[in-house]
């Protein structure tokens, strides 16, 4: 149904809060660890961004693909869904204690917190608040993960809390190395993200 698929394509674009870095990591690859260390205390400072780009999932019964824009001003986001899949529009807001998804033509849904909002509405129990990490390439502070590493001391790949994450392509934008191309697959769901824009922003300090 249209209200499964745009709930599907919002868990990978929610906010979780900017907390400290974790001592939960296993890090493997090539990368240097010194260098990591401190590409992860950059990126973990931003908490402002505009991503303009395009997703598609993959899963048992559903398959389909949208457009993506993606508004986050330290703990507000707003995101925008709309593409051949849903066949419409959707609209995602929130910021700690509440969000609201607002679908085309079928109305508006809310939730003390993006879990919640799944589990009502899906009856699925998905770690959403750790996307706001994966999608600057960090793994959440709050479970353990497992880290590879590329070439460059940045994330090839991320497994936490049952999922796979990995980066195929990374671009810069004022200053920040950011992911350009993220794959993520857990719980018979296969997610590709593609940013086309990215602009990052450090609001607060």
Known sequence: MLLRHFIVFSFIALLAGCAGL?????VEGHG????????????TGLDGWQIDGKIGIRAPKDS??????WLQRQDYYDIRLSGPLGRG????????GKVSLEVANQGRYDAPDPETL????????????NLAWWVRGLPAPDSKSRLTLDGDSRLASLEQDGWKIDYTS???????WLPERIKLSGNDLDVTLVIKVWQPRKLGQ
Request: no cysteine.
């Open 22 to 26: 974790g001592p939960r990591e296993s």
């Open 32 to 43: 240097n660890a010194t260098q990591w260390r401190e590409h992860k205390e950059q990126l």
């Open 64 to 69: 389909g693909s949208g457009t993506l824009f």
């Open 89 to 96: 529009a959707a609209r995602l807001t929130g910021r700690p």
């Open 118 to 129: 799944l589990e009502e509405q899906l009856g699925w129990k998905l770690p959403v608040s």
């Open 170 to 176: 990374y671009t810069q934008q004022n200053g920040f």
